[in-house]
Every structure is written in C-alpha cells, then in structure tokens.
C-alpha cells in the first residue's frame, strides 16, 4: 500500500470537513493529484488552494510537490509493472493487455490484504446462521455470485432486493449482512448496513475506499486500494477476492461442498437442462 493512502488512512478522522473533501478525492482519483497543480485540484474538487495545501501538511507533507511525487511513483510503478510485462509480448492483442492489466491489479490488492482478515471473515461465514448479501447498481451482479454460490457450498444465504424484501425482521444477531458499496455508494445498501448494526448483525463489507461512507458502519472491511476507480477495473478484484473467501469458506466446512452441492441441485432439478 503506498505510503499516502496509509497517512490519509491514520489521519482521517482527524481531518477538518475541508481536508477528508481533498482526502476523498485524493483516493478517487489519484491521476488528478499527478498530473496537475494544486490550484487546479483545488478547482476539480471546488476547494481554495489553500485547503489543498492544508490537507499535505495535515497528513505529514512538507507542501504539495511532496505529495504529487509520492502519488507520481505510485502511479508510475504500477504502469511500469505493466509495461513490464508487456515488453517481453510482440503487439499482443489489445484483450491480453486488458486481462495482464486485471492481473497487476489483483496481485497490488492482494498486498493489502492480511491473512488473519480472511481467515476472521470465513469464520464469521461458517457460523452465521444466515447471510444477507446486498450489493447495488453495478455491484448487484457480485452480490448475486456470492450468495449463489454460498447456497451451493453452505445454504442461508438470501439475496438482497430492496424493490420486494422486507427488510431484516427475520436475521437474528447470529446472522450476518455482507455488502458491497462502491462508488457513488448507494444510498439504499448504507441504511441497511446501519440499520444491520442496530441490531447487532455483523457487517462486512466490501468497497474501494477507507473513506467511503460504509467504512464507518462495518465491523469488518475489505477496501480495494486500486489507483483509478473504474468499475471496469474494480470488478475483476472483487470476484478474486470472493474466490478466495469461499476457498477458504469450502476448505473449513467439515463436509465440503459437495454433498451439499448434489443437495441444492436436487432441489432445484427442474431448472438444470443437465441433471
């Protein structure tokens, strides 16, 4: 993790409602801070110059070009792994370079991550006795993978659609809501994640900044720390990460998957043209 997202990280509570607008924007967009002055980030964000100055010094810069540096090597490192690996192809198609781009990617958030964070997370998964997954907008489909596919390996899990569900009357306290809030961050998924912590249900959630609004609600994070926030490139780390939780959720079960497996496709037999 580079070393300013781990300053705006320690420092953030601490900032002024001016500063966390230029943190904010720091972490959504990274390219800004590179390529242009701190006037003109000012102007992007709808700051003074001056706050831009004031959230460098906050987070432990001697001023701006400290900190356009640090961003300037970070974006550049990881370009730079890129063309890397690019150098040792001749002209690859421009579809290997977009799935060698997803692959850095997943390798640079898999840095952030610790064991000790995953192996919490599937412990939590075996011994809830329900999991709510909700993910909106773009996100849906995420959430719709992760509670199929944790039906097929343990069962109880339910798919959020706030257009019909009812909300969280029947998730006890030994249930558990996994959310995913990405950027804009619906509206509809942070309430449900407040009104999960009111009644005590564990709430783990998945998003692309330690500064999105859920950071606040969640008993347990995992924040993607990729240098742009495109959907486009966010998308790929997630399932990777999902791959990895359910390994390990599969890897704990004291009867893994697949006699639960046979058992879900035996319910649902009608609905398979291959039995």
Known sequence: MSNYISRINAQYEELTKGTKKVADFLMRDPTAFATHPAKKVGEFIGVSETMVLRFCTAIGYGGFSDL????????????????????????????????????????????????????????????????????????????????????????????????????????????????FSFYRYAMDTIMLAEEAKERGIHVLAITDSPTAPITKIADQLFVLNLPAKSILQTVPVVYSILNALLAGVSLKQANPGESRKNMFIQENSKKFCVK
């Open 68 to 179: 356009q540096t640090e961003v300037r090597e970070y974006i550049f490192d990881l370009g730079a792994k890129k063309t890397k690996v690019a150098d040792n192809q001749e002209q690859i198609p421009y579809f290997h370079e977009v799935m060698l781009s997803d692959q850095m990617n997943i390798s640079e958030a898999a840095k952030g991550f610790k064991e000790e964070e995953f192996e919490t997370a599937v412990d939590r998964i075996n011994e809830a006795d329900e999991i709510l997954v909700a993910g909106l907008h773009a996100s849906f489909s995420m959430a719709h993978w992760l509670s199929y596919t944790l039906n097929l390996l343990r069962g109880g899990a339910t798919l959020y659609r706030p257009e019909s569900d009812v909300g969280l009357d029947r998730f006890s306290k030994k249930s558990m809501l996994i959310v």
